[in-house]
């Protein structure tokens, strides 16, 4: 039987289980891989050292580069900002209570976790398809705008310093850290 567009049923049928499948498999592998931190974020990294030697030696696709760092550095700063943000909850403490837990503001008040808002997984996984992407653009001379690079290079240098000494100043601010400095580890405790 055909449909409007004059095609089989069953093709377009089997084309969307063969796309559920691919998509299921893939799902599959992002999770066999979650444990393995270090290795995923040494395939970024080399993934981005590749970019950066296509981009240095082709001296070309700068804006690609800027814009792949203004990404990774937005990405960053929801890397380390709290999901539920102190300072939002000082101005609205008078109307409702939000649901989820908050960093204590004060010494009496009771330890609650950091949470991000950006968790590590969804950060290396957004850094590493932007990667891709980028790496993907440096193939098509359409995108090697003609840009002054020294100038994007400062730009990114300014933006950069002034959002992370305002990313501190909030962390101080509100007195949380958002990495596990010196935090014991309890692996090789016998349990009875």
């Known amino acids: 039987m055909l449909n409007d567009f004059g095609e089989s049923e069953n093709t377009s049928s089997s084309i969307l289980a063969q796309k559920s499948q691919i998509e299921r498999r893939f799902q599959q592998v992002l999770d066999q891989i979650t444990p393995f931190a270090p290795y995923r974020w040494t395939g970024t990294v080399a993934l981005l050292l590749l970019f950066t030697t296509r981009v240095i030696y082709a001296e070309g696709w700068y804006i690609i580069a800027y814009a792949l760092g203004i990404y990774m550095l937005n990405l960053f700063l929801a890397f380390l900002t709290p999901k539920f943000d102190p300072s939002v909850e000082l101005d609205t403490q008078d109307s409702e209570m939000?649901?989820?837990?908050?960093?204590?503001?004060?010494?009496?008040?009771?330890?609650?976790?950091?949470?991000?808002?950006?968790?590590?997984?969804?950060?290396?996984?957004?850094?590493?398809?932007?990667?891709?992407?980028?790496?993907?653009?440096?193939?098509?001379?359409?995108?090697?705008?003609?840009?002054?690079?020294?100038?994007?290079?400062?730009?990114?240098?300014?933006?950069?310093?002034?959002?992370?000494?305002?990313?501190?100043?909030?962390?101080?601010?509100?007195?949380?850290?958002?990495?596990?400095?010196?935090?014991?580890?309890?692996?090789?405790?016998?349990?009875?």
């Open 98 to 192: 939000e649901e989820g837990p908050a960093l204590p503001l004060k010494n009496d008040e009771e330890f609650k976790p950091f949470i991000r808002r950006l968790p590590e997984f969804k950060f290396w996984y957004s850094v590493t398809k932007a990667a891709i992407v980028s790496l993907f653009c440096t193939l098509f001379r359409l995108f090697d705008v003609p840009v002054f690079w020294p100038i994007l290079l400062m730009y990114f240098i300014i933006l950069f310093g002034l959002t992370m000494r305002r990313q501190i100043k909030h962390m101080v601010k509100y007195k949380y850290i958002p990495f596990d400095l010196g935090k014991k580890s309890y692996n090789n405790r016998r349990r009875f």
